[in-house]
């Protein structure tokens, strides 16, 4: 019986050592297999950190404003009795635009028109009476009174007429007409907005530092989102003399020809101050940069020094500096004419190799322009 047991045991145990054996030898040739391993490549586009030319501009956020632009309001209250434009028609200066009920003026300075008249003629009797000693100079002094008083009633009615015969204050473009033929007008009510669009301004602010570098003059270049392939051209006409105490900057204004019209007032506008000095700068595809909490970094390709030859990729720190387009500045960091990965960044890790492929990436570009989709 205990032979049997023994017999058992050592059959249980060359069955277990032989699992072990196996187990050890299959593990052992995997560590074997993974010290040769080679990681596979990743494909990824490259670019060449090259120098260009960029001209130093200051960059802000504006607003499109008239030269002139007002809300046509009457300044007494009346009865639209007559319109004599179009919703978004072109005026001069001078234009008729509405014309309020008039006819209650329209009497009372015939009235005060005849008043006026018996006044003069009373006038001028007094006077001849005076100079025959006939009359006092109380009567003549009465009499000259009445004739101014007359007159300048007249000339209160004649205003109040032409405040009710509103007309263009400036040549302009007016926009949808508010009011309706017959339509009771209070005071201030608006009737039509007009707006002087040509020139036109832009109003933008820059931070007290740029101060010194500004001046009358400089060329403006401004983007409108309303047409993204069309840069307008203008120049800074005027710099606020006192800065804003709570945000440190100052107001600028440019001004741009808009022949065309297309600049609108209340526009959101993107400013280029265009400054005359020109700076050489390293430039690389925005897509290069990998940005993270503790700094700004691309991926620099280098060819392996290791078997078999191919290339690899070396993270590289560096320190961006102004955005042009599609493309930025690099201020540290990178020398002229080396590689790096432009697409395809977020999957890559240091030392690991790669394979070029430039034919599905678009070109960058400083002036980039969206596809129609």
């Not at 639209?80 to 009497?107: C, Y």
């Given at each position: 019986?205990?032979?049997?047991?023994?017999?058992?045991?050592?059959?249980?145990?060359?069955?277990?050592?032989?699992?072990?054996?196996?187990?050890?030898?299959?593990?052992?040739?995997?560590?074997?297999?993974?010290?040769?391993?080679?990681?596979?490549?990743?494909?990824?586009?490259?670019?060449?950190?090259?120098?260009?030319?960029?001209?130093?501009?200051?960059?802000?956020?504006?607003?499109?404003?008239?030269?002139?632009?007002?809300?046509?309001?009457?300044?007494?209250?009346?009865?639209?009795?007559?319109?004599?434009?179009?919703?978004?028609?072109?005026?001069?200066?001078?234009?008729?635009?509405?014309?309020?009920?008039?006819?209650?003026?329209?009497?009372?300075?015939?009235?005060?028109?005849?008043?006026?008249?018996?006044?003069?003629?009373?006038?001028?009797?007094?006077?001849?009476?005076?100079?025959?000693?006939?009359?006092?100079?109380?009567?003549?002094?009465?009499?000259?009174?009445?004739?101014?008083?007359?007159?300048?009633?007249?000339?209160?009615?004649?205003?109040?007429?032409?405040?009710?015969?509103?007309?263009?204050?400036?040549a302009g473009r007016l926009g949808i007409r508010l009011v309706n033929l017959g339509e009771y007008l209070d005071k201030g009510k608006a009737?039509?907005?007009?707006?002087?669009?040509?020139?036109?301004?832009?109003?933008?602010?820059?931070?007290?530092?740029?101060?010194?570098?500004?001046?009358?003059?400089?060329?403006?270049?401004?983007?409108?989102?309303?047409?993204?392939?069309?840069?307008?051209?203008?120049?800074?006409?005027?710099?606020?003399?006192?800065?804003?105490?709570?945000?440190?900057?100052?107001?600028?204004?440019?001004?741009?020809?808009?022949?065309?019209?297309?600049?609108?007032?209340?526009?959101?506008?993107?400013?280029?101050?265009?400054?005359?000095?020109?700076?050489?700068?390293?430039?690389?595809?925005?897509?290069?940069?990998?940005?993270?909490?503790?700094?700004?970094?691309?991926?620099?390709?280098?060819?392996?020094?290791?078997?078999?030859?191919?290339?690899?990729?070396?993270?590289?720190?560096?320190?961006?500096?102004?955005?042009?387009?599609?493309?930025?500045?690099?201020?540290?960091?990178?020398?002229?004419?080396?590689?790096?990965?432009?697409?395809?960044?977020?999957?890559?890790?240091?030392?690991?190799?790669?394979?070029?492929?430039?034919?599905?990436?678009?070109?960058?570009?400083?002036?980039?322009?969206?596809?129609?989709?």
């Amino acid at each position: 019986m205990n032979r049997k047991i023994v017999i058992a045991i050592l059959v249980v145990l060359a069955v277990v050592g032989s699992l072990a054996g196996v187990k050890f030898l299959q593990i052992h040739a995997l560590v074997e297999a993974g010290k040769h391993a080679v990681m596979p490549a990743e494909t990824v586009s490259s670019a060449v950190v090259h120098e260009e030319k960029w001209q130093n501009t200051m960059n802000a956020i504006g607003s499109v404003v008239a030269v002139q632009g007002v809300t046509v309001t009457p300044e007494i209250e009346g009865t639209v009795s007559e319109i004599a434009f179009e919703s978004g028609a072109l005026v001069q200066k001078g234009d008729l635009l509405v014309r309020l009920d008039t006819s209650l003026e329209d009497a009372q300075l015939r009235a005060t028109v005849a008043q006026a008249d018996l006044a003069r003629l009373n006038a001028d009797r007094s006077r001849k009476l005076f100079a025959d000693k006939t009359i006092s100079q109380a009567d003549l002094d009465t009499a000259e009174a009445t004739l101014k008083q007359t007159l300048a009633d007249a000339d209160a009615i004649r205003a109040t007429i032409g405040k009710k015969t509103l007309r263009a204050p400036f040549a302009g473009r007016l926009g949808i007409r508010l009011v309706n033929l017959g339509e009771y007008l209070d005071k201030g009510k608006a009737i039509v907005s007009l707006q002087s669009l040509a020139p036109i301004y832009v109003e933008f602010s820059l931070p007290q530092q740029e101060l010194a570098q500004l001046s009358k003059g400089l060329r403006v270049r401004v983007s409108i989102d309303a047409y993204p392939d069309k840069k307008f051209e203008g120049e800074l006409s005027a710099i606020n003399p006192d800065l804003d105490p709570n945000t440190r900057s100052v107001r600028l204004q440019a001004t741009l020809a808009n022949a065309d019209q297309l600049l609108r007032p209340g526009m959101f506008a993107r400013v280029e101050v265009l400054l005359p000095v020109e700076q050489t700068v390293l430039a690389v595809p925005a897509t290069a940069v990998l940005s993270s909490p503790f700094g700004d970094s691309v991926y620099v390709i280098e060819p392996t020094t290791n078997s078999p030859p191919g290339l690899i990729v070396r993270q590289q720190f560096i320190r961006t500096g102004r955005a042009r387009g599609d493309f930025v500045s690099v201020e540290t960091g990178l020398k002229a004419g080396e590689k790096i990965a432009s697409a395809g960044i977020f999957k890559l890790r240091n030392q690991m190799p790669v394979v070029e492929n430039n034919q599905l990436a678009p070109k960058p570009s400083t002036t980039p322009k969206p596809a129609d989709t």
